[in-house]
């Protein structure tokens, strides 16, 4: 079973930047895609991003494009998610996954606040 720990949450201005992390447990080396959802009050659960075993690939919610990169250090065992010109609407907690076979495992949560 894989552990995921996000960090780097918190509050920001509209415009302003973060960058969350999600340490693994294991190796990242051998999960086939590790990203990003988020979860706004009163509504559900949405993707953000996705990142390939080698990095490779990346994909973005059409939303975030242009604003948000991710990226990974299997080294680390760390997945990133850079968030840059943050608006309200961002405002959400964002959970790590991990897919692993036919898995999915999930962080806690880490809290993102977005003030305009």
């Known amino acids: 079973q894989v552990q995921l720990v996000e960090s780097g949450g918190g509050l920001v201005q509209a415009g302003g930047s973060l960058r969350l992390s999600c340490a693994a447990s294991?190796?990242?080396?051998?999960?086939?895609?590790m990203g990003w959802y988020r979860q706004a009050p009163g509504k559900q659960r949405e993707f953000v991003s996705t990142?390939?075993?080698?990095?490779?690939?990346?994909h973005y919610a059409d939303s975030v494009k242009g604003r948000f990169t991710i990226s990974r250090d299997n080294a680390k065992n760390t997945v990133y998610l850079q968030m840059n010109s943050l608006s309200p609407e961002d405002t959400a907690v964002y959970y790590c996954?991990?897919?692993?076979?036919?898995?999915?495992?999930w962080g806690q949560g880490t809290q993102v606040t977005v003030s305009s």
């Open positions: 990142i390939t075993r080698g990095g490779g690939s990346t």
């Open positions: 294991e190796r990242i080396g051998s999960i086939n895609s």
């Open positions: 996954y991990a897919g692993v076979a036919s898995s999915t495992y």
